[in-house]
């Protein structure tokens, strides 16, 4: 079934991106070790969420669609207006 195809490649693309950006988190020295340990307690939780609402999400992603890069979530639910949702630690903080 294409759905659950579709469904299967999300969690793969979740579990690899984790895992590499845990592992960025951990290499890089201005991360705090507690803040890795977060991330890797944290993570398994989203991604199951994210999972449990597939029937509810769009997927955006860059134009590159580099299959390192972040992808962002839009649940809609009931509303009209979709909440985007982004793992945290893969963004790059910008300041104005």
Known sequence: DYCNNLR????EYLGDYCKNLR??????????GPDVKAFTQAAPKFCKYLLSQYSELDFFTSVSM???????????????DPNFMYIKAGLLEEKC
């Open 8 to 11: 299967t490649k999300l969690k």
């Open 23 to 32: 592992t960025k988190l951990k290499d890089d020295p201005n991360v705090p």
């Open 66 to 80: 580099d299959p390192d890069g972040a992808m962002a979530f839009a649940i809609y639910g009931e509303k009209v």
